[in-house]
């Protein structure tokens, strides 16, 4: 909740300046873009997952069938992968096995899925009222720290506070910016090169970037 509020509360400050200070219309507005912002994201992205997935099972048999071509025209099988991997029928025996195994576990993430979805509803709920508060909340963390600390002591650590709220809350805004371009150009160039899956790629890809240093990497995998 107080990751969310956190970063909702830039948009929220915007449209506070904008309609004269009307605070629980600027959240209003700030959950309503959040969600179709994330809503559209996954309308376009999960039917490329989908698809992603029933071409990999459709190419599963053709896969086996050159591993199968190549071991019976190498010397593969004279190292012994053969026995590791087995034959095709075996390989649909142990997924059957899998599969049959896994279903009495669906139970369990059911309720874990509840328990996440509760969490989320939760997690949303303290966010507004953080959001609402948030001029309460500063000044009674203020006084925690000037109580629980020495003088100097809680001068210099509200500084670093004060500090770091600028830098970190500049930094997520830029990255944002910056991710959603590397995104919208990562999916014009695979558009131009007629390359499959661009919309998923160019979500991913931007989506990564917002992960500092090792993001882009992350990315590119």
Excluded: W
Excluded at 203 to 216: L, R, S
């Amino acid at each position: 909740g107080l990751v969310i509020a956190y970063l909702l509360d830039a948009p929220v400050r915007v449209f506070e300046s904008k309609l004269g200070g009307r605070r629980k219309l600027s959240i209003l507005i700030s959950y309503v873009l959040a969600f179709l912002v994330v809503g559209f994201l996954l309308r376009m992205v999960l039917p490329q997952i989908g698809d992603s997935l029933f071409l990999l099972a459709g190419r599963i048999p053709s896969y086996l069938d050159n591993l199968s071509v190549l071991m019976q025209n190498s010397r593969l099988d004279e190292l012994g992968l053969d026995k590791v991997l087995g034959s095709y029928q075996e390989l649909l025996e142990k997924a059957t096995g899998m599969v049959s195994s896994f279903l009495p576990k669906i139970v369990g993430y059911g309720v874990a899925i509840g328990n996440g979805f509760i969490s989320a509803v939760t997690a949303l709920i303290s966010s507004v009222y953080m959001l609402m508060g948030k001029d309460r909340l500063p000044r009674q963390l203020r006084k925690a720290v000037l109580a629980l600390l020495p003088l100097p002591r809680a001068r210099s650590v509200l500084e670093v506070c004060s500090r770091a709220n600028r830098v970190f809350g500049g930094f997520i805004i830029g990255k944002i910016i910056d991710s959603s371009i590397i995104g919208v150009l990562c999916f014009v160039c695979m558009t131009l090169l007629h390359l499959p899956f661009a919309v998923l790629i160019s979500v991913i890809v931007g989506v990564t970037n917002i992960i500092p240093f090792f993001g882009p990497f992350i990315g590119a995998v």
